[in-house]
């Protein structure tokens, strides 16, 4: 619904969109005074490399994506059956165990090994939506960092990690499926092995994201911009990165500078 709204609110301004064409280079779109790319770095040179100078595009191809990301989605016969009840009220739930615990296995995650009692991100919406289930069940779902375009199966160190706080919990499993790193890859290109939060938000990267640049919205393309998560504040459900990407055409525009 929510993108519903904003591609209504696209076309009453005059907007337009158009799916199920893929862009395999902006030579191919319509004549226009800025180009946004909404693409991580590999996705703005398979697109846009012959229209960037080449120091440039040495920068982006040294961007690091960091760990990837292993998802299951379960059909679940009841409620995961927490062994602490109040946890079934929370749409989200985050497990790790100790704090030493999630250290390890977000440090494993980046240093290219697999963790047996990995971080988790637990999400259980049928409690608050009932229309995401048949009456009288539920669904769930769960995922975890892995290395980098990891190939591994997380399945079992997943659900062995929530039976280990709700026990009882696989008996419940009606179905699951499995998105793995290279899925997501396959499915949205912008996630690169599997990272799906637009590159990693290390110090180096925090700001300087894509490259180090005094706006990092601009390429030195006058037409080109990133409006992509791999641009500050990075990945999450914000929207800053349109924004901010938005406001320097805008004033580009107003400029005059294009």
């Known amino acids: 619904a929510i993108s519903e709204a904003l591609v209504g609110y696209l076309r009453s301004m005059g907007g337009e969109v158009i799916c199920s064409q893929p862009v395999e280079s902006i ?28 120091k ?10 960091g760990p990837g990301t292993f998802k299951l989605d379960w059909a679940l016969d009841g409620p995961i059956p927490w062994t602490d009840a109040n946890i079934g009220s929370a749409t989200t739930v985050h497990i790790g165990g100790r704090l030493e615990e999630i250290a390890q296995s977000e ?46 199966d997380m399945t079992e160190q997943i659900e062995r990690q929530i039976e280990r706080f709700a026990p009882g919990f696989r008996d419940r499993i009606l179905a699951r499926h499995a998105i793995s790193p290279q899925d997501f890859e396959a499915w949205n290109p912008n996630f690169v092995g599997g990272a799906i939060t637009g590159g990693a938000a290390n110090l180096a990267q925090l700001f300087t994201r894509p490259v180090a640049r005094l706006n990092p919205y601009t390429t030195p393309n006058p037409r080109v911009f990133l409006c992509s998560a791999s641009t500050p504040p990075g990945g999450g459900v914000h929207g800053m990165c349109g924004y901010h990407a938005a406001r320097t055409v805008i004033a580009k525009f107003l400029q005059g500078n294009i």
């Open 27 to 54: 030579d191919r779109l319509p004549p226009a005074r800025a180009i946004l790319l909404d693409l991580a770095p590999r996705s703005v040179l398979s697109v846009a490399r012959h229209q960037l100078p080449t």
């Open 56 to 65: 440039y595009c040495k920068r982006l191809e040294r961007f690091q994506y």
């Open 107 to 152: 440090l494993d995650a980046w240093q290219g090994r697999i963790c047996e009692r990995p971080y988790l991100i637990v999400c259980q919406q049928s409690h608050a939506d009932p229309s995401r289930a048949p009456e009288g069940k539920h669904t769930g779902y769960a995922y975890c960092h892995v290395p980098h375009g990891s190939e591994v």
